[in-house]
C-alpha cells in the first residue's frame, strides 16, 4: 500500500462509518425511535398505517386494562424485546418502501402471541370451554371469534 493510500484508508474509514452513523442517527429520531421502547401504545400510532387499529384499541374493552405490548408481545424481556425488534424492523421496511397491506395484517407468528395472551390473562375462562371449542385435534383461535375485541371496528 502506498503511503498516500495508507493515509486516506483510515480518512475514508471514519467517513463511512460517520456517515452510517448520523444517517442512523437521523432516522431515529425522525421515526421517534425511542418512543418504540416504551409501552406508551401512542408509539404504535406513530405511522398512520396503525392509526385505526389505535383509535379502536382506544374504543375497545380492553382499553382500560391492557395496552399494545400486553397483547402483542411475548410476557418475557428477551421474547418481548425481540419480537418488537423483529415487527420494528419489518413494519418500517415495508413502510419506507410503500410494500404495506392496508388495513395491516397480522401474521401467523404474531397471532400465535396474540392467542397466548388470550389464554394468559383469560386462562380460567379458556380451559372450561377448551373441549367444545375444537375443530378435530386443533383449538380454535379465540379471536376466530373475539377478533374486535381488542381493536374495536
Not at 405511522?47 to 382506544?58: N, S, T
Amino acid at each position: 500500500m502506498s503511503g498516500t493510500l495508507r493515509l486516506l484508508w483510515p480518512v475514508l474509514a471514519i467517513i463511512t462509518i460517520g456517515a452510517a452513523l448520523g444517517t442512523g442517527g437521523y432516522t431515529f429520531i425522525y421515526a421517534k425511535g425511542s418512543s418504540y421502547l416504551t409501552n406508551d401504545p401512542s408509539a404504535c400510532a406513530n405511522c398512520h398505517v396503525m392509526q385505526a387499529e389505535y383509535d379502536g384499541w382506544i374504543k375497545s374493552s380492553h382499553h382500560e386494562v391492557a395496552v399494545c405490548n400486553d397483547c402483542h408481545t411475548p410476557h418475557d424481556l428477551a421474547g418481548k424485546y425481540t419480537t418488537k425488534m423483529k415487527n420494528g424492523y419489518r413494519h418500517s421496511f415495508a413502510f419506507t418502501t410503500g410494500r404495506f397491506e392496508e388495513p395491516i395484517e397480522i401474521k401467523k407468528s404474531s397471532l400465535d402471541i396474540v392467542e397466548g395472551a388470550c389464554r394468559s390473562c383469560h386462562g380460567n375462562i379458556v380451559e372450561a370451554i377448551d373441549g367444545p371449542h375444537r375443530e378435530g385435534d386443533a383449538r380454535i383461535s379465540c379471536v376466530r371469534c373475539h377478533a374486535d375485541v381488542g381493536h374495536q371496528r
